[in-house]
């Protein structure tokens, strides 16, 4: 009987504590408004931001494409964004 019981108790305080966990996330959980809102307020909305996400993505594949097109190992190299310098493989 005693183990029934302990077995019953800790079932209940698992499930008390599954309940508060859930009300908790269901309060912090923003609305659709504040999504929509947190969406528009991503840096990725915003022009300026865009223009140096794709100039990084420029220097990043001009330098991939040069590294592959030269036998030199452009990681050496201290400033990777020039094309001579460095030391060669």
Same mark, same amino acid.
């Given at each position: 009987? $005693? #183990?029934l019981s302990k &077995?019953? =108790?800790t079932v209940a305080? @698992?499930?008390?504590?599954?309940?508060v $966990? #859930?009300?908790l996330? &269901?309060l =912090?959980?923003?609305?659709? @408004?504040?999504k929509?809102?947190m969406l528009?307020?991503?840096?990725e909305?915003?022009p300026?931001?865009?223009?140096?996400?794709?100039?990084?993505?420029?220097?990043?594949m001009?330098?991939?494409?040069?590294?592959?097109?030269?036998?030199?190992?452009v990681?050496?190299?201290?400033?990777?964004r020039?094309g001579?310098?460095?030391?060669?493989?």
């Amino acid at each position: 009987m $005693g #183990a029934l019981s302990k &077995a019953l =108790v800790t079932v209940a305080a @698992l499930g008390v504590g599954a309940g508060v $966990g #859930a009300a908790l996330f &269901a309060l =912090v959980t923003p609305g659709d @408004l504040r999504k929509q809102e947190m969406l528009q307020e991503m840096p990725e909305h915003h022009p300026q931001r865009r223009e140096e996400a794709v100039r990084t993505q420029q220097l990043v594949m001009a330098a991939l494409q040069e590294a592959a097109a030269t036998q030199e190992n452009v990681a050496w190299r201290k400033d990777w964004r020039v094309g001579d310098g460095g030391r060669s493989a």
